[in-house]
């Protein structure tokens, strides 16, 4: 069982230059989620979804696209790479059970970095 | 604004010894409450989930909450060095609820 599966590990970009953050779960969640931490912070959502087709941003969405096409797949893109992108970036992935929250699974992240 | 509040530390505490940290939150229909431990460098793990007031054990850890008040804490028991890492606490409330709060951390150092 995978879990949470983010690609690249790494990764060098330029300024201006494109990229999609791959992002893909195999535990049938529902709601999906990625978020940065800069150094010595905290997590910050930038987008998340509750279903194939649904996404909303969330508190840092500027300069970040998403889509959701299936429920496994919730790939993160970033248009313009700028320096202020440089971060940790980690996908998530939840579900409800009997009304109860459960606990998120991360994946394993992706360092970028905008030169 | 939902807020969850975490001394960021660092906690500093010897070996064998019980480290306790502490969590508050803001929103009283919050019903789902985690601990987390994160590495340096890595991706938060889930150290314990709790839903009711109380304590919860889990081999050295305890959960306590306490919705009353509005706190949840983390007691690792017989710390040790490789405890050392920053512990997340998120909060969830039920319903349409879709996005954890996560407080910033709390870092926590285990000395030999």
């Known amino acids: 069982n995978a879990g949470v599966t983010q690609t690249p590990k790494f990764r060098i970009l330029k300024i201006g230059q494109s990229m999609t953050l791959q992002c893909t779960q195999d535990?049938?969640?529902?709601?999906m989620y990625w978020y940065r931490q800069d150094p010595g912070m905290g997590l910050k959502l930038i987008y998340y979804s509750v279903g194939a087709g649904i996404t909303d941003k969330g508190e840092v969405p500027n300069g970040y696209n998403v889509s959701r096409s299936t429920t496994e797949d919730f790939p993160l893109r970033l248009e313009l790479a700028a320096p202020s992108q440089t971060s940790v970036y980690f996908c998530a992935s939840s579900t409800s059970l009997q009304g109860h929250w459960q606990p998120q699974h991360f994946g394993d992240g992706t360092r970028l970095s905008i030169l | 604004q939902k807020e969850v509040e975490q001394n960021s530390g660092p906690l500093s505490v010897p070996e064998g010894a019980i480290a306790s940290l502490n969590c508050t939150y803001s929103d009283r229909g919050s019903q789902s409450f985690f601990w987390y431990r994160q590495y340096s460098g890595k991706s938060p793990e889930l150290i314990m989930s709790i839903y009711s007031n109380g304590d919860k054990e889990d081999g050295r850890f305890t959960a306590q909450l306490n919705k009353a008040s509005q706190y949840v804490s983390l007691l690792i028991r017989d710390s040790q060095p490789s405890d050392s890492a920053t512990y997340l606490c998120a909060v969830q409330a039920s319903g349409g609820s879709y996005i954890p709060t996560f407080g910033r951390g709390t870092s926590l150092i285990v000395h030999p």
């Open positions: 535990m049938n969640h529902n709601y």
